[in-house]
């Protein structure tokens, strides 16, 4: 089946740093992505979203970058604070019988980010 | 802000109790989501609804069911709890494809 990955399962940064996480798809035809952010205890928080007709979006201290080519997708995380420590996963659309997907995702396992002070 | 809400952050019941975990989304979404979350093995579809008494399996439904008589409300049940089912469990909801899903704050299930 398809499935959505992720290169590292820790990263670890200092206060400032810029930090990058990557995550490997293997479905051609997912068409939107998610990044998520979740902390300890918590739901799963949205960050920010692609959809395949971009190749980068920015939103406050954070980018995605979507390759569409090598099936790659990344989160950057600028001036990274150490509230930014979570679990970070990005997602995928899923495409059902019909080609329907209601809006169905795939997650990846997760990375996880330490920012130390 | 769209507010997804869950019945209940922690509980502990006994194997053979039947379980029913409540959500609650406050947007109009029409479809609503119900996840597990374990270590290891990120979060994983157990059904999903896309209209009021609609609903379709996800990837692990066995042991569950669920109901949804009203649009702003899905509930997972649990027929009869079995320690395996102890777990992190996230209800989510999305308008449509392409949309985001908002998750509630989950439900720290453990079965004894």
């Known amino acids: 089946g398809e499935s959505v990955g992720l290169h590292l399962p820790t990263l670890s940064v200092q206060e400032g740093d810029n930090s990058i996480i990557n995550c490997a798809y293997s479905?051609?035809?997912?068409?939107?992505f998610i990044w998520y952010k979740q902390e300890s205890g918590k739901g799963p928080q949205f960050i920010i979203d692609?959809?395949?007709?971009?190749d980068k979006r920015q939103g406050q201290r954070v980018t995605v970058l979507l390759n569409k080519t090598v099936k790659h997708l990344s989160l950057q995380i600028a001036a990274t604070q150490p509230g930014d420590s979570a679990v970070y996963f990005c997602?995928?659309?899923?495409?059902?019988?019909?080609?329907?997907?209601?809006?169905?995702?795939?997650f990846g396992q997760g990375t996880i980010l330490t920012v130390h002070p | 802000d769209v507010k997804v809400t869950q019945s209940s952050r922690y509980l502990v019941k006994r194997t053979g109790e039947k379980v029913f975990l409540e959500c609650v989304q406050d947007?109009?979404?029409?479809?609503m989501f119900w996840y597990r979350q374990d270590p290891g093995l990120g979060l994983r579809l157990i059904y999903f609804?896309?209209?009021?008494?609609?609903?379709e399996k996800g990837d692990i439904p066995e042991g569950y069911s669920v109901s949804r008589e009203k649009k702003e409300r899905f509930s997972l049940i649990l027929e009869s709890a079995s320690t395996n089912q102890t777990s992190m469990y996230l209800c989510?909801?999305?308008?449509?494809?392409?949309?985001?899903?908002?998750f509630g704050p989950g439900t720290r299930l453990l079965v004894l």
């Open positions: 997602a995928e659309n899923r495409t059902g019988a019909g080609g329907t997907s209601y809006g169905k995702l795939t």
């Open positions: 609804s896309y209209d009021v008494k609609m609903k």
């Open positions: 692609i959809r395949s007709n971009m």
């Open positions: 989510a909801s999305n308008v449509g494809p392409q949309e985001t899903q908002y």
């Open positions: 947007m109009d979404h029409e479809n």
């Open positions: 479905n051609s035809a997912s068409d939107y």
